[in-house]
């Protein structure tokens, strides 16, 4: 069982992933609208809630198996790392692409964003890549589940 700090990390990362499957309806304003025949948008707003919705249904997973091994939890963060890295990439793309702001803003855009996905959804990878010291199990288990299993 993964502890309290781990078990929370892996509800903030459902709830991000949640508020961009939430912006699924813009599929239907900009696919359907006729005064925007733009391919380029309509693959914009699809791809982003599509992902986000690969990479909560990945979470939801990993929370609902109810004792995973650690083979199964690395397992787990590898596919949330590629769909974080693969729409991280996608959503950097698209804003230098589809916006022509200044350079600095860019930068700043790459850097925070990287900042932000590091201690977000690598952080996560990096703790499961990690070794579970065997003198921490007595500890572990007094500590109350946030989630129900």
């Given at each position: 069982?993964?502890?309290?700090?781990?078990?929370?990390?892996?509800?903030?990362?459902?709830?991000?992933?949640?508020?961009?499957?939430?912006?699924?309806?813009?599929?239907?304003?900009?696919?359907?609208?006729?005064?925007?025949?733009?391919?380029?948008?309509?693959?914009?707003?699809?791809?982003?809630?599509?992902?986000?919705?690969l990479l909560l249904f990945t979470i939801?997973?990993?929370?609902?198996?109810?004792?995973?091994?650690?083979?199964?939890?690395?397992?787990?963060?590898?596919?949330?790392?590629?769909?974080?890295?693969?729409?991280?990439?996608?959503?950097?793309?698209?804003?230098?692409?589809?916006?022509?702001?200044?350079?600095?803003?860019?930068?700043?855009?790459?850097?925070?964003?990287?900042?932000?996905?590091?201690?977000?959804?690598?952080?996560?990878?990096?703790?499961?890549?990690?070794?579970?010291?065997?003198?921490?199990a007595a500890v572990r288990?007094?500590?109350?589940?946030?989630?129900?299993?």
């Amino acid at each position: 069982m993964p502890s309290p700090l781990l078990e929370g990390a892996y509800l903030l990362q459902a709830f991000l992933a949640a508020i961009e499957v939430l912006q699924i309806s813009s599929l239907f304003y900009w696919g359907y609208a006729p005064y925007s025949p733009n391919v380029y948008s309509y693959i914009v707003h699809t791809l982003g809630p599509f992902l986000a919705l690969l990479l909560l249904f990945t979470i939801l997973v990993q929370i609902k198996t109810p004792s995973p091994t650690r083979k199964q939890t690395l397992r787990f963060e590898l596919l949330k790392s590629l769909i974080v890295s693969i729409f991280w990439v996608w959503l950097l793309i698209s804003s230098i692409i589809g916006w022509h702001w200044d350079s600095y803003y860019h930068l700043a855009t790459i850097v925070l964003s990287f900042l932000f996905v590091c201690v977000v959804f690598y952080s996560t990878l990096w703790v499961s890549l990690r070794k579970e010291p065997h003198a921490g199990a007595a500890v572990r288990g007094e500590a109350q589940s946030l989630l129900p299993h």
